[in-house]
């Protein structure tokens, strides 16, 4: 088994888009939409085969509360394969005004990461 595809509910859907083309090197396919339902969404794939699913629905609210501090999905994690690229990926979301949660270090249980803020907070680790 293995996991198909994360998803995430969007309150901007196109802006999230591009930030997962841009930074992270993913394809996309054309943007799904349910009238029905009032419903879009697009599929993205990372280089490795990952999905991530951004969805999105006006009548969805959001929260104010900090992303990754509630019960239910803290982050996800996506391998640059190398600590260069961690750094450099890091200092270029950081230059481009995206916030970086915590710094690139060798964490406690010996992964070389980072972590950073999405457009809409969702927390992204970056790792090797």
């Known amino acids: ?15 999230m ?8 090197g993913a394809t996309c396919g054309e943007m799904y939409y349910n009238p029905r339902k ?5 599929l993205l794939t990372l280089e490795a085969g990952c ?3 951004l969805m999105h ?3 969805i609210a ?7 501090t509630l019960l239910g999905l803290a982050h996800f994690s996506v391998s640059t394969g190398s600590p260069e690229a961690v750094d450099a990926l890091t200092e270029r979301l950081r230059y481009d005004g995206y916030t970086v949660v915590s ?8 992964f070389y990461e980072s972590c950073i803020a999405d ?3 969702n927390q992204v680790e970056i790792t090797v």
């Open 17 to 24: 888009r591009r930030f997962y083309l841009t930074y992270f």
């Open 103 to 110: 710094e690139p270090r060798t964490t406690g249980d010996g």
């Open 51 to 53: 999905r991530i699913e």
């Open 62 to 68: 959001g929260s104010t509360a900090l992303k990754g």
């Open 1 to 15: 088994m293995h996991i198909h595809h994360l998803a995430i509910w969007c309150a901007d859907l196109e802006k």
């Open 57 to 59: 629905k006006p009548e």
């Open 119 to 121: 457009p809409e907070g």
């Open 38 to 42: 009032n419903f879009s969404s697009y």
